[in-house]
């Protein structure tokens, strides 16, 4: 993996969790924003169809549009993101095959979830949120980086094999 090393990933990955962190936290406030005055014009609102606080306010922009109001998961969804990056961080630091395995599932979760809001965005709602977009992004980058951790730490155990057995030839 020519200017990969596991360090770099691993940095890459902190940084790509940071932009996620940002714009979680910015989509946040602006939630709060809109709660608190009805008037107020975010930044990402370009035209009707280019709008944040659209996706932000609809029924989908709380608890995944999944969760009720009775429910402790009826949440913005912000809120989850600024969990879920702060997580993926922390265990981008860790080299260890098991916590590398959990942020593998949980990106590609992310990812899942990903597909489900861009089809709400797109078909439902016929809007197109620049944050959410975004971390769209944020979240298939993620995804590319942990694969990439994955091969890296499967070739050097891989390595680390061959070299054991050359020791005891």
Known sequence: ????SLQR???????????????SLYAYIVELQLEADENYQPMCD???HVSCSKA??????KGFGIFG?????????SLFGL???SMIATLAQTNSRFIVLVSLFAIALSNILCLYFAYILYFILYDLC??????????VINLILIQLKMKFLKSVEHQDLKDEEKKRN
């Open 1 to 4: 993996m020519w200017l990969l």
């Open 46 to 48: 370009l035209n009707p």
């Open 9 to 23: 990933i691993n940095s890459l990955l902190t940084l790509s969790c940071l932009v996620g962190l940002g714009l």
């Open 69 to 77: 109001e009775g429910s402790i998961f009826h949440k913005p969804n």
């Open 130 to 139: 620049i944050v959410c977009v975004s971390i769209y992004v944020v979240n």
């Open 83 to 85: 969990m879920f990056y």
């Open 56 to 61: 932000f306010k609809s029924e989908y922009g």
